[in-house]
Protein backbone atom coordinates (compact mmCIF):
# COMPACT_ATOMS: atom_id res chain seq x y z
CA UNK A 1 0.00 0.00 0.00
CA UNK A 2 1.46 3.57 -0.90
CA UNK A 3 0.68 5.35 2.04
CA UNK A 4 0.35 9.35 2.43
CA UNK A 5 3.90 10.08 2.81
CA UNK A 6 5.15 7.43 0.44
CA UNK A 7 2.84 9.79 -2.13
CA UNK A 8 3.90 12.85 -0.73
CA UNK A 9 8.01 12.09 -2.00
CA UNK A 10 7.06 10.13 -5.21
CA UNK A 11 5.35 13.39 -6.70
CA UNK A 12 8.18 15.54 -5.26
CA UNK A 13 10.30 13.08 -7.10
CA UNK A 14 7.99 13.34 -9.95
CA UNK A 15 8.37 17.38 -10.31
CA UNK A 16 11.11 17.53 -9.44
CA UNK A 17 12.42 15.24 -12.43
CA UNK A 18 10.11 16.72 -14.54
CA UNK A 19 10.78 20.40 -14.22
CA UNK A 20 13.32 21.07 -16.65
CA UNK A 21 11.22 19.72 -19.60
CA UNK A 22 8.01 21.58 -18.20
CA UNK A 23 10.71 25.06 -18.22
CA UNK A 24 11.92 24.00 -21.83
CA UNK A 25 8.60 23.08 -23.37
CA UNK A 26 6.67 26.35 -22.05
CA UNK A 27 10.15 27.79 -23.29
CA UNK A 28 10.65 29.55 -19.90
CA UNK A 29 14.46 28.81 -19.92
CA UNK A 30 14.68 31.23 -16.57
CA UNK A 31 12.71 28.67 -14.79
CA UNK A 32 15.70 25.97 -14.85
CA UNK A 33 17.71 28.46 -13.12
CA UNK A 34 15.30 29.33 -10.57
CA UNK A 35 14.68 25.63 -9.96
CA UNK A 36 18.33 24.77 -9.31
CA UNK A 37 18.97 27.28 -6.84
CA UNK A 38 15.94 25.83 -5.17
CA UNK A 39 17.76 22.22 -5.59
CA UNK A 40 21.35 24.03 -4.08
CA UNK A 41 19.59 26.03 -1.12
CA UNK A 42 17.50 22.48 -0.13
CA UNK A 43 20.96 21.06 -0.09
CA UNK A 44 22.59 23.68 2.47
CA UNK A 45 18.86 23.53 4.25
CA UNK A 46 18.95 19.92 4.85
CA UNK A 47 22.21 19.62 5.93
CA UNK A 48 21.45 22.82 8.64
CA UNK A 49 18.34 20.37 9.40
CA UNK A 50 20.96 17.63 10.93
CA UNK A 51 22.25 19.78 13.02
CA UNK A 52 19.31 21.85 13.98
CA UNK A 53 16.29 19.62 13.44
CA UNK A 54 18.04 16.28 14.81
CA UNK A 55 20.92 17.68 17.05
CA UNK A 56 19.39 20.88 18.42
CA UNK A 57 22.38 23.07 17.56
CA UNK A 58 20.60 26.46 16.54
CA UNK A 59 24.09 27.62 14.65
CA UNK A 60 23.20 31.15 12.71
CA UNK A 61 26.00 30.88 10.54
CA UNK A 62 25.75 28.15 8.56
CA UNK A 63 25.90 30.32 5.47
CA UNK A 64 29.65 30.31 6.55
CA UNK A 65 30.05 27.05 4.78
CA UNK A 66 28.13 27.81 2.12
CA UNK A 67 30.15 30.81 1.20
CA UNK A 68 33.77 28.99 1.80
CA UNK A 69 32.56 26.53 -0.71
CA UNK A 70 31.70 28.90 -3.31
CA UNK A 71 35.29 31.00 -2.87
CA UNK A 72 36.58 28.03 -3.15
CA UNK A 73 35.61 26.87 -6.59
CA UNK A 74 35.86 30.93 -7.37
CA UNK A 75 39.61 30.74 -5.88
CA UNK A 76 40.52 27.55 -7.65
CA UNK A 77 39.07 29.27 -10.90
CA UNK A 78 40.39 32.46 -10.47
CA UNK A 79 44.14 31.07 -10.13
CA UNK A 80 43.62 28.85 -13.10
CA UNK A 81 41.94 31.61 -15.10
CA UNK A 82 45.52 34.08 -14.15
CA UNK A 83 48.01 31.40 -14.24
CA UNK A 84 49.28 32.22 -10.56
CA UNK A 85 49.89 30.09 -7.82
CA UNK A 86 47.20 29.51 -4.99
CA UNK A 87 48.75 30.62 -1.73
CA UNK A 88 49.08 28.47 1.46
CA UNK A 89 49.45 25.35 -0.60
CA UNK A 90 53.02 23.50 -1.36
CA UNK A 91 54.44 24.07 -4.87
CA UNK A 92 53.21 26.17 -7.53
CA UNK A 93 49.43 24.77 -8.39
CA UNK A 94 47.80 27.25 -10.17
CA UNK A 95 44.50 25.79 -9.50
CA UNK A 96 42.07 23.90 -11.74
CA UNK A 97 38.68 24.22 -13.77
CA UNK A 98 37.87 20.69 -13.20
CA UNK A 99 34.63 19.58 -11.54
CA UNK A 100 36.36 16.74 -9.81
CA UNK A 101 38.94 19.30 -8.01
CA UNK A 102 36.48 22.01 -7.26
CA UNK A 103 33.63 20.35 -5.54
CA UNK A 104 35.99 17.65 -3.18
CA UNK A 105 37.60 21.22 -2.69
CA UNK A 106 34.66 23.21 -1.25
CA UNK A 107 33.51 19.94 0.70
CA UNK A 108 37.08 19.67 1.97
CA UNK A 109 37.57 23.30 3.19
CA UNK A 110 34.02 23.57 4.69
CA UNK A 111 34.47 20.44 6.79
CA UNK A 112 37.81 21.59 7.97
CA UNK A 113 36.50 24.85 8.75
CA UNK A 114 33.44 23.10 10.55
CA UNK A 115 36.03 20.58 12.33
CA UNK A 116 37.55 23.91 13.63
CA UNK A 117 34.75 26.58 14.56
CA UNK A 118 32.88 23.39 15.86
CA UNK A 119 35.59 22.71 18.08
CA UNK A 120 35.53 26.15 19.51
CA UNK A 121 31.68 26.88 19.62
CA UNK A 122 30.20 23.78 20.82
CA UNK A 123 31.78 24.03 24.10
CA UNK A 124 28.61 26.59 24.43
CA UNK A 125 24.66 25.92 24.24
CA UNK A 126 21.63 28.01 23.60
CA UNK A 127 21.79 31.45 22.76
CA UNK A 128 25.69 31.65 23.45
CA UNK A 129 26.44 29.19 21.02
CA UNK A 130 23.74 31.01 18.29
CA UNK A 131 25.91 34.06 19.11
CA UNK A 132 28.99 32.50 18.64
CA UNK A 133 28.31 30.72 15.56
CA UNK A 134 27.26 34.26 14.40
CA UNK A 135 30.64 35.93 15.33
CA UNK A 136 32.36 33.33 13.37
CA UNK A 137 30.29 33.90 10.37
CA UNK A 138 30.54 37.59 10.84
CA UNK A 139 34.48 37.24 11.09
CA UNK A 140 34.91 35.32 7.78
CA UNK A 141 32.54 37.11 5.76
CA UNK A 142 34.43 40.71 6.54
CA UNK A 143 37.72 38.52 6.13
CA UNK A 144 36.56 38.15 2.34
CA UNK A 145 35.66 41.71 2.24
CA UNK A 146 39.32 42.64 3.18
CA UNK A 147 41.13 40.33 0.38
CA UNK A 148 41.62 42.63 -2.35
CA UNK A 149 43.32 39.38 -4.54
CA UNK A 150 39.70 38.02 -4.45
CA UNK A 151 37.58 41.16 -5.32
CA UNK A 152 36.82 42.31 -1.86
CA UNK A 153 33.53 43.61 -1.63
CA UNK A 154 33.13 43.45 -5.59
CA UNK A 155 33.06 39.74 -5.21
CA UNK A 156 34.53 37.39 -7.73
CA UNK A 157 33.50 36.59 -11.26
CA UNK A 158 33.68 32.75 -11.64
CA UNK A 159 35.04 32.55 -15.34
CA UNK A 160 32.76 29.57 -16.60
CA UNK A 161 31.29 26.67 -15.26
CA UNK A 162 33.55 23.77 -13.58
CA UNK A 163 34.30 21.28 -16.67
CA UNK A 164 33.72 17.60 -15.60
CA UNK A 165 34.73 15.00 -18.29
CA UNK A 166 31.06 13.98 -20.64
CA UNK A 167 29.19 16.45 -19.12
CA UNK A 168 28.72 19.84 -20.25
CA UNK A 169 27.44 22.13 -16.72
CA UNK A 170 26.99 25.19 -18.81
CA UNK A 171 23.88 23.97 -20.15
CA UNK A 172 21.70 24.71 -17.53
CA UNK A 173 19.46 21.41 -17.77
CA UNK A 174 22.59 19.30 -17.54
CA UNK A 175 23.31 21.51 -14.37
CA UNK A 176 20.25 20.82 -13.24
CA UNK A 177 20.52 17.18 -12.92
CA UNK A 178 24.06 17.34 -11.44
CA UNK A 179 22.38 19.10 -8.62
CA UNK A 180 19.36 17.38 -8.64
CA UNK A 181 21.59 13.76 -8.36
CA UNK A 182 23.66 15.64 -5.68
CA UNK A 183 20.77 16.64 -3.61
CA UNK A 184 19.29 13.04 -3.78
CA UNK A 185 22.96 11.25 -2.54
CA UNK A 186 23.10 14.40 0.17
CA UNK A 187 19.73 13.29 1.32
CA UNK A 188 20.35 9.88 1.18
CA UNK A 189 23.73 9.52 2.96
CA UNK A 190 21.77 12.33 5.58
CA UNK A 191 18.70 9.53 5.81
CA UNK A 192 20.91 6.28 6.65
CA UNK A 193 23.12 9.47 9.10
CA UNK A 194 20.21 9.93 11.23
CA UNK A 195 18.86 6.37 11.29
CA UNK A 196 22.07 5.14 12.46
CA UNK A 197 23.44 4.68 15.99
CA UNK A 198 25.39 8.13 15.49
CA UNK A 199 22.02 9.47 14.63
CA UNK A 200 20.31 7.88 17.47
CA UNK A 201 22.77 9.85 19.87
CA UNK A 202 22.44 12.92 17.73
CA UNK A 203 18.85 12.84 18.24
CA UNK A 204 19.52 12.17 22.49
CA UNK A 205 21.70 15.09 22.29
CA UNK A 206 18.71 17.33 21.50
CA UNK A 207 16.17 15.97 23.67
CA UNK A 208 18.61 15.19 26.78
CA UNK A 209 22.32 16.04 26.41
CA UNK A 210 23.26 15.53 30.59
CA UNK A 211 21.42 12.11 30.01
CA UNK A 212 23.68 10.99 27.60
CA UNK A 213 26.68 11.96 29.20
CA UNK A 214 25.54 10.16 32.56
CA UNK A 215 24.93 6.67 29.97
CA UNK A 216 28.95 7.40 29.04
CA UNK A 217 28.34 9.31 25.94
CA UNK A 218 31.36 12.15 25.03
CA UNK A 219 28.41 13.89 23.47
CA UNK A 220 30.74 16.81 22.37
CA UNK A 221 32.23 14.26 19.64
CA UNK A 222 29.21 13.05 17.98
CA UNK A 223 28.47 16.80 18.42
CA UNK A 224 31.41 17.95 16.72
CA UNK A 225 31.20 15.25 14.00
CA UNK A 226 27.54 16.34 12.89
CA UNK A 227 28.73 20.25 12.91
CA UNK A 228 31.40 18.70 10.46
CA UNK A 229 29.26 17.09 7.97
CA UNK A 230 26.76 19.67 8.43
CA UNK A 231 29.50 21.75 7.37
CA UNK A 232 30.92 19.80 4.47
CA UNK A 233 27.01 19.06 3.41
CA UNK A 234 26.47 23.21 2.83
CA UNK A 235 30.60 23.77 1.47
CA UNK A 236 29.13 21.48 -1.38
CA UNK A 237 25.73 23.89 -1.39
CA UNK A 238 28.13 27.17 -2.05
CA UNK A 239 30.48 24.75 -4.94
CA UNK A 240 27.69 24.52 -7.14
CA UNK A 241 26.03 28.23 -6.02
CA UNK A 242 29.99 29.45 -7.44
CA UNK A 243 28.39 27.66 -10.48
CA UNK A 244 25.38 28.91 -10.84
CA UNK A 245 25.96 31.93 -10.47
CA UNK A 246 29.31 32.52 -12.36
CA UNK A 247 30.15 34.85 -9.62
CA UNK A 248 31.11 35.00 -5.33
CA UNK A 249 30.48 37.43 -2.91
CA UNK A 250 30.89 37.88 0.18
CA UNK A 251 27.06 38.80 0.57
CA UNK A 252 26.48 34.72 0.67
CA UNK A 253 27.95 34.39 4.01
CA UNK A 254 26.13 37.36 5.08
CA UNK A 255 24.58 36.39 8.70
CA UNK A 256 20.94 36.93 6.72
CA UNK A 257 22.21 33.87 4.70
CA UNK A 258 21.83 31.95 7.63
CA UNK A 259 18.96 33.35 9.16
CA UNK A 260 17.28 32.42 5.73
CA UNK A 261 18.62 28.77 5.83
CA UNK A 262 17.18 28.71 9.05
CA UNK A 263 13.71 29.72 7.31
CA UNK A 264 14.20 27.19 4.85
CA UNK A 265 14.02 24.34 7.33
CA UNK A 266 11.60 25.83 10.10
CA UNK A 267 9.15 26.97 6.77
CA UNK A 268 9.94 22.97 5.17
CA UNK A 269 10.01 21.28 8.27
CA UNK A 270 12.53 20.66 11.15
CA UNK A 271 13.63 17.20 11.73
CA UNK A 272 12.54 16.12 8.07
CA UNK A 273 15.57 16.47 5.61
CA UNK A 274 12.84 16.31 2.80
CA UNK A 275 11.69 19.13 4.89
CA UNK A 276 14.11 21.41 3.56
CA UNK A 277 13.41 20.76 0.38
CA UNK A 278 9.69 22.20 0.44
CA UNK A 279 11.22 25.31 2.57
CA UNK A 280 14.19 26.09 0.18
CA UNK A 281 11.01 25.96 -2.79
CA UNK A 282 8.29 27.63 -0.50
CA UNK A 283 11.04 31.06 0.03
CA UNK A 284 12.85 31.04 -3.02
CA UNK A 285 9.11 31.25 -4.50
CA UNK A 286 7.94 33.48 -2.68
CA UNK A 287 10.96 35.61 -3.19
CA UNK A 288 10.81 35.65 -6.67
CA UNK A 289 6.76 35.89 -7.04
CA UNK A 290 6.44 38.59 -4.70
CA UNK A 291 9.11 41.02 -5.03
CA UNK A 292 8.06 41.34 -8.62
CA UNK A 293 5.72 43.82 -6.78
CA UNK A 294 7.64 44.95 -4.00
CA UNK A 295 10.73 45.09 -2.60
CA UNK A 296 9.46 44.71 0.61
CA UNK A 297 8.34 41.54 0.13
CA UNK A 298 9.46 40.04 3.86
CA UNK A 299 6.48 41.91 4.90
CA UNK A 300 4.85 38.53 3.49
CA UNK A 301 7.05 36.23 4.68
CA UNK A 302 6.78 37.05 8.24
CA UNK A 303 3.35 36.38 8.76
CA UNK A 304 3.36 33.34 6.69
CA UNK A 305 6.73 32.09 8.61
CA UNK A 306 4.66 33.06 12.32
CA UNK A 307 1.61 30.90 10.98
CA UNK A 308 3.25 28.00 9.76
CA UNK A 309 5.67 27.76 13.27
CA UNK A 310 2.67 28.01 14.96
CA UNK A 311 -0.28 25.84 13.30
CA UNK A 312 2.93 23.36 11.77
CA UNK A 313 4.96 22.11 13.91
CA UNK A 314 6.48 20.13 10.75
CA UNK A 315 5.93 22.52 8.36
CA UNK A 316 4.93 22.20 4.93
CA UNK A 317 6.16 18.90 4.61
CA UNK A 318 4.38 17.84 7.83
CA UNK A 319 1.62 19.52 6.48
CA UNK A 320 1.52 17.43 3.59
CA UNK A 321 2.56 14.40 4.46
CA UNK A 322 0.78 14.16 7.87
CA UNK A 323 1.84 12.20 11.01
CA UNK A 324 4.88 10.16 9.60
CA UNK A 325 6.54 13.08 8.14
CA UNK A 326 9.02 13.04 10.99
CA UNK A 327 10.18 9.28 10.07
CA UNK A 328 10.31 10.36 5.84
CA UNK B 1 34.86 -6.99 52.47
CA UNK B 2 36.16 -4.53 50.09
CA UNK B 3 34.97 -1.39 49.33
CA UNK B 4 33.95 -0.45 45.70
CA UNK B 5 34.32 3.16 46.36
CA UNK B 6 35.90 5.10 48.72
CA UNK B 7 35.26 9.03 49.44
CA UNK B 8 38.10 10.68 51.36
CA UNK B 9 37.92 13.83 53.19
CA UNK B 10 35.91 15.34 49.89
CA UNK B 11 35.14 19.49 50.21
CA UNK B 12 32.78 21.44 47.86
CA UNK B 13 31.35 24.98 48.89
CA UNK B 14 29.28 27.52 47.24
CA UNK B 15 30.59 30.95 48.27
CA UNK B 16 30.09 31.02 52.15
CA UNK B 17 28.27 27.59 51.62
CA UNK B 18 29.89 24.66 52.78
CA UNK B 19 27.83 21.63 51.15
CA UNK B 20 29.99 19.04 51.49
CA UNK B 21 32.10 19.43 54.39
CA UNK B 22 35.20 16.87 55.15
CA UNK B 23 33.09 13.96 54.24
CA UNK B 24 34.02 10.16 54.09
CA UNK B 25 32.47 7.23 53.29
CA UNK B 26 33.07 3.79 52.34
CA UNK B 27 30.19 1.83 50.45
CA UNK B 28 31.62 -2.26 50.26
CA UNK B 29 30.93 -4.08 47.23
CA UNK B 30 27.62 -5.69 46.97
CA UNK B 31 25.90 -3.95 49.80
CA UNK B 32 23.09 -1.34 49.07
CA UNK B 33 24.04 1.75 50.90
CA UNK B 34 21.41 4.18 52.51
CA UNK B 35 22.53 8.28 52.50
CA UNK B 36 19.98 10.04 54.34
CA UNK B 37 19.96 13.29 56.08
CA UNK B 38 17.79 16.51 56.64
CA UNK B 39 17.13 18.45 53.66
CA UNK B 40 19.98 20.74 52.83
CA UNK B 41 22.64 18.33 54.33
CA UNK B 42 24.04 18.16 50.62
CA UNK B 43 22.78 14.05 50.01
CA UNK B 44 22.78 15.24 46.18
CA UNK B 45 25.48 17.71 46.21
CA UNK B 46 27.52 14.53 47.64
CA UNK B 47 26.08 11.90 44.63
CA UNK B 48 26.87 14.78 41.87
CA UNK B 49 30.47 15.18 42.87
CA UNK B 50 30.64 11.13 42.80
CA UNK B 51 28.66 11.00 39.33
CA UNK B 52 30.97 13.69 37.87
CA UNK B 53 28.51 16.52 37.78
CA UNK B 54 30.59 18.88 40.09
CA UNK B 55 34.07 18.83 40.83
CA UNK B 56 34.78 18.39 44.42
CA UNK B 57 37.07 21.34 45.64
CA UNK B 58 39.13 19.24 47.78
CA UNK B 59 39.66 15.59 48.64
CA UNK B 60 39.65 12.04 46.85
CA UNK B 61 36.83 9.92 45.18
CA UNK B 62 38.38 6.49 44.81
CA UNK B 63 36.07 3.94 42.80
CA UNK B 64 36.93 0.08 41.86
CA UNK B 65 41.04 0.77 42.00
CA UNK B 66 41.12 4.15 40.09
CA UNK B 67 41.40 7.75 41.60
CA UNK B 68 37.94 9.27 39.36
CA UNK B 69 37.82 12.60 41.43
CA UNK B 70 39.24 14.38 38.10
CA UNK B 71 37.20 12.10 35.11
CA UNK B 72 34.45 13.83 33.31
CA UNK B 73 31.03 12.16 34.05
CA UNK B 74 31.11 10.29 30.77
CA UNK B 75 34.00 8.60 31.45
CA UNK B 76 32.60 7.66 34.95
CA UNK B 77 29.61 5.98 33.36
CA UNK B 78 31.68 4.05 31.11
CA UNK B 79 33.64 2.95 34.02
CA UNK B 80 30.76 1.57 35.57
CA UNK B 81 29.45 4.23 38.03
CA UNK B 82 26.07 5.14 37.16
CA UNK B 83 23.26 7.78 38.35
CA UNK B 84 19.96 8.58 38.10
CA UNK B 85 18.30 11.83 38.81
CA UNK B 86 15.78 13.24 41.49
CA UNK B 87 14.43 14.72 38.80
CA UNK B 88 13.39 11.88 36.52
CA UNK B 89 15.73 12.25 33.34
CA UNK B 90 14.94 10.78 29.72
CA UNK B 91 14.36 10.90 26.08
CA UNK B 92 11.20 12.24 25.85
CA UNK B 93 10.36 11.77 22.16
CA UNK B 94 11.83 8.25 22.10
CA UNK B 95 9.78 4.90 22.85
CA UNK B 96 10.47 3.70 25.73
CA UNK B 97 12.61 0.52 24.11
CA UNK B 98 14.71 3.45 22.98
CA UNK B 99 15.22 4.36 25.61
CA UNK B 100 17.05 1.18 26.60
CA UNK B 101 18.32 0.70 23.50
CA UNK B 102 20.59 4.12 23.68
CA UNK B 103 21.77 2.97 27.39
CA UNK B 104 23.01 -0.10 25.99
CA UNK B 105 24.47 1.22 23.02
CA UNK B 106 26.88 3.25 25.48
CA UNK B 107 28.36 0.07 26.63
CA UNK B 108 28.54 -1.14 23.23
CA UNK B 109 32.10 0.46 22.26
CA UNK B 110 32.29 3.90 20.37
CA UNK B 111 28.60 5.06 18.68
CA UNK B 112 30.28 6.17 15.47
CA UNK B 113 29.08 3.80 12.96
CA UNK B 114 27.27 6.09 10.78
CA UNK B 115 25.37 3.74 8.12
CA UNK B 116 23.39 0.88 9.59
CA UNK B 117 20.03 1.33 11.01
CA UNK B 118 20.37 1.26 14.60
CA UNK B 119 16.47 0.36 15.03
CA UNK B 120 16.93 -2.93 13.33
CA UNK B 121 20.19 -3.45 14.99
CA UNK B 122 19.61 -7.03 16.83
CA UNK B 123 22.41 -6.26 19.01
CA UNK B 124 20.54 -3.31 20.64
CA UNK B 125 16.76 -4.20 20.35
CA UNK B 126 16.75 -7.99 21.91
CA UNK B 127 19.45 -7.06 25.35
CA UNK B 128 16.57 -3.89 25.63
CA UNK B 129 13.75 -6.45 25.49
CA UNK B 130 15.29 -8.32 28.31
CA UNK B 131 15.65 -5.42 30.59
CA UNK B 132 12.31 -4.20 30.29
CA UNK B 133 11.14 -7.52 30.97
CA UNK B 134 13.12 -7.52 34.24
CA UNK B 135 11.61 -4.53 35.24
CA UNK B 136 8.11 -5.29 34.03
CA UNK B 137 7.81 -2.70 31.13
CA UNK B 138 8.29 -5.36 28.10
CA UNK B 139 4.14 -4.20 27.31
CA UNK B 140 4.98 -0.62 27.44
CA UNK B 141 8.27 -0.90 24.48
CA UNK B 142 6.51 1.10 21.63
CA UNK B 143 4.76 3.53 23.73
CA UNK B 144 6.86 7.22 23.87
CA UNK B 145 8.88 7.70 26.70
CA UNK B 146 6.70 10.54 27.71
CA UNK B 147 3.48 8.99 27.89
CA UNK B 148 4.38 6.96 30.90
CA UNK B 149 2.77 7.94 34.12
CA UNK B 150 5.36 9.22 36.87
CA UNK B 151 6.18 5.95 38.35
CA UNK B 152 6.98 4.33 35.32
CA UNK B 153 8.96 7.16 34.19
CA UNK B 154 10.96 6.33 36.98
CA UNK B 155 11.22 2.97 36.47
CA UNK B 156 12.36 3.74 33.38
CA UNK B 157 14.97 5.65 34.47
CA UNK B 158 16.14 2.68 36.73
CA UNK B 159 15.90 0.36 33.41
CA UNK B 160 18.43 2.45 31.64
CA UNK B 161 21.06 2.63 33.82
CA UNK B 162 20.79 -1.17 34.48
CA UNK B 163 21.01 -1.79 31.07
CA UNK B 164 25.02 -0.56 31.18
CA UNK B 165 25.56 -3.46 33.34
CA UNK B 166 27.03 -1.15 36.01
CA UNK B 167 29.25 -2.07 39.07
CA UNK B 168 27.52 0.69 40.82
CA UNK B 169 24.32 2.71 40.94
CA UNK B 170 24.04 6.25 42.28
CA UNK B 171 19.89 6.35 43.17
CA UNK B 172 19.11 10.08 43.83
CA UNK B 173 15.79 9.62 45.49
CA UNK B 174 14.37 6.61 43.51
CA UNK B 175 11.15 6.73 45.25
CA UNK B 176 10.36 10.75 44.95
CA UNK B 177 6.98 11.24 43.72
CA UNK B 178 5.55 8.04 43.94
CA UNK B 179 2.44 6.38 45.42
CA UNK B 180 2.51 3.60 47.57
CA UNK B 181 1.88 1.13 44.94
CA UNK B 182 4.02 2.57 42.43
CA UNK B 183 6.86 2.79 45.28
CA UNK B 184 6.25 -0.85 46.14
CA UNK B 185 6.82 -2.23 43.02
CA UNK B 186 10.01 -0.28 43.31
CA UNK B 187 10.78 -1.87 45.74
CA UNK B 188 10.21 -5.36 43.87
CA UNK B 189 13.04 -4.16 41.18
CA UNK B 190 15.64 -3.01 43.62
CA UNK B 191 15.45 -5.94 46.22
CA UNK B 192 16.88 -8.48 43.71
CA UNK B 193 19.47 -6.62 42.47
CA UNK B 194 20.93 -6.57 46.15
CA UNK B 195 24.14 -8.54 46.41
CA UNK B 196 24.62 -8.19 42.40
CA UNK B 197 25.00 -4.04 42.27
CA UNK B 198 26.31 -2.18 44.70
CA UNK B 199 23.96 0.73 45.09
CA UNK B 200 24.02 4.04 47.13
CA UNK B 201 20.86 5.25 47.60
CA UNK B 202 19.68 9.08 48.77
CA UNK B 203 15.99 8.19 50.04
CA UNK B 204 13.40 9.86 51.54
CA UNK B 205 10.55 7.32 52.95
CA UNK B 206 12.65 6.19 55.96
CA UNK B 207 10.47 2.62 55.38
CA UNK B 208 12.42 1.93 52.25
CA UNK B 209 15.78 3.00 53.38
CA UNK B 210 15.27 0.69 56.79
CA UNK B 211 13.76 -2.25 54.46
CA UNK B 212 16.45 -2.19 51.45
CA UNK B 213 19.54 -1.14 53.06
CA UNK B 214 22.53 -2.57 54.14
CA UNK B 215 24.18 -0.29 55.64
CA UNK B 216 22.98 3.41 56.67
CA UNK B 217 24.88 7.01 56.44
CA UNK B 218 23.77 9.94 58.27
CA UNK B 219 24.16 13.27 56.12
CA UNK B 220 24.45 16.52 58.43
CA UNK B 221 25.59 20.02 57.26
CA UNK B 222 27.96 17.93 54.51
CA UNK B 223 29.65 15.89 57.07
CA UNK B 224 29.28 12.34 57.76
CA UNK B 225 27.92 12.00 61.05
CA UNK B 226 27.29 8.33 61.12
CA UNK B 227 27.20 4.98 59.97
CA UNK B 228 26.14 1.54 60.72
CA UNK B 229 23.33 -1.21 60.02
CA UNK B 230 20.34 0.40 59.45
CA UNK B 231 19.53 -1.05 63.87
CA UNK B 232 22.64 1.10 64.73
CA UNK B 233 21.78 4.38 63.07
CA UNK B 234 18.03 4.07 64.26
CA UNK B 235 19.22 3.50 67.89
CA UNK B 236 22.16 6.20 67.80
CA UNK B 237 21.47 9.55 70.15
CA UNK B 238 23.45 11.61 67.91
CA UNK B 239 21.14 10.62 65.20
CA UNK B 240 17.69 11.00 66.47
CA UNK B 241 18.92 14.51 67.95
CA UNK B 242 19.79 15.58 64.50
CA UNK B 243 17.53 14.34 62.14
CA UNK B 244 15.02 11.71 63.50
CA UNK B 245 14.20 13.80 66.49
CA UNK B 246 13.41 16.66 64.46
CA UNK B 247 9.99 15.01 62.65
Known amino acids: MITRIRSVQIVTLLILFSLPFIATAMNQPFWVDLSTRILIYAIAAMSLDIILGYGGMVSLGHAMFLGIGAYSVGILTHHSFEGSAVPFLPGEWTGSMSGLVHLPASILASSLLGLIIGLLSLRTVGVYFIMITLAFAQMMFYFMISLPTYGGEDGLNVWGRSEIPGLDLSDSVTFYFVCLMLLLAFWFIARRLVDSRFGGVLRGCKQNEQRLKALGYNTMRYKLIAFTIAGAGAGLAGGLLANLNEFVGPGIMHWTKSGELIVMVLLGGMGTLIGPIFGSAALLLLEEILSAYTEHWMIVLGPILLLVVLFARRGIYGFLAGEGAKDG | ?247
Request: hydrophobic share 40%; aromatic share 6%; net charge negative.
Open chain 2, 1 to 247: MANLLSVNNLHKSFGALQATDDLKLNVETGTIHGLIGPNGAGKTTAINQLSGELFADSGTILFDGENITRWPIYKRAQFGLQRSYQITSLFPEFSVLDNVAIAIQATDGHSFRFWGKARKDKSLIDPAMAVLEQVGMDHLAHTPATDLAHGQQRQLELAMTLATKPKMLLLDEPMAGMGKSESHSMMEVLRPLKGKITILMVEHDMDVVFALADHVSVLVRGHCLVTGTPDEVRAHPDVRAAYLGEE
